[in-house]
């Protein structure tokens, strides 16, 4: 852990797991409370009417896909797409944020997080049980707290490998293989949209975290083996942005859409 994040790590009550991440959620959009995507302070006291995000690889397959295909007027192949793009962003946004602003990571397996359709603004609103668990370097003040859930791991290394196993191993990879054996779409296009997501959201967090951004997203996505997928670029601002090496299929929508960072253009 840095110099940096250990005080930024020190500055907050050891007793929260996830405080840096909400932190960080208020930085970016002012509000940790008011996100479209996430539940307020990304955690669900009362599990009543949500469904751990497992069931997202079988019984509501459908109902991601249909919500997507209306929302976007899309074909199913383009709607797939979409809905796993969005899905992507906040699922892994919690985690990223985590790793990049306290190296605190709270693991977002499929039995982890919760979901449920009822918001009418995003498509599926994502949230964290109460007793999720945070993985943590030795150095963080919750190492010695005793929390319950709190998983010491020995380096950065571990870490990144806790991160990689619970987004990815143990939630989103199922839902891939779920989404491609239901839709002609190739797990690539896929995992540039999972690539894209990460880096961006380090990137619109930026000026809440520290350390370099391109650093943080090579690390991130090195432990998802999707480095290839993407590329930084310096935008017209001076800072970095996004360039994807697969498409969302966004442009092929009724009303087309082609994305900043786009392949196609």
């Known amino acids: 852990m840095t110099s940096t994040t250990l005080e930024l790590s020190r500055s907050r009550p050891a007793d929260q797991p996830l405080v840096p991440v909400t932190t960080t959620l208020r930085a970016m959009f002012g509000t940790s409370t ?3 995507g996430l539940a307020p302070d990304l955690v669900v006291p009362d599990l009543a009417g949500w469904m751990p995000a497992a069931r997202l690889t079988d019984a509501h397959l459908e109902t991601l896909l249909d919500n997507a295909s209306r929302r976007w007027n899309a074909q199913p192949h383009a709607a797939a797409a979409l809905a796993w793009k969005a899905y992507t ?3 892994t946004l919690p985690a990223v944020l985590g790793w990049a602003s306290a190296r605190r990571v709270p693991l977002l397996s499929a039995t982890d997080a919760v979901v449920h359709f009822d918001d009418p ?7 964290l049980r109460p007793d999720t668990p945070v993985a943590v370097l030795p150095g ?3 190492a010695l707290t005793n929390h319950p859930g709190v998983r010491v791991v020995a380096d950065e290394t571990a870490l990144l490998a806790e991160f990689r196993r619970s987004v990815f191993d143990e939630h989103l990879g199922p ?3 779920a989404i491609h054996s239901k839709v002609r779409l190739g797990k690539r296009t896929l995992l540039g949209s999972l690539a894209s997501g990460v880096a961006y959201g380090v990137l619109r967090s930026a000026d809440a975290l520290p350390g370099s951004s391109a650093e943080s997203i090579d690390k ?11 590329e930084l670029y310096p935008s017209h601002h001076g800072k970095l942005d996004v360039r994807r090496k697969t498409c969302c299929l966004a442009f092929t929508l009724p009303k087309p859409k082609v994305c900043p960072g786009c392949c196609i253009k």
């Open 89 to 91: 962003y906040w699922l």
């Open 220 to 230: 991130l996505l090195g432990s998802l083996g999707v480095r290839d997928l993407i």
């Open 175 to 177: 839902l891939l293989d």
């Open 121 to 127: 603004r995003p498509l599926v609103t994502l949230g």
């Open 140 to 142: 963080d003040p919750l």
């Open 34 to 36: 008011e996100i479209p």
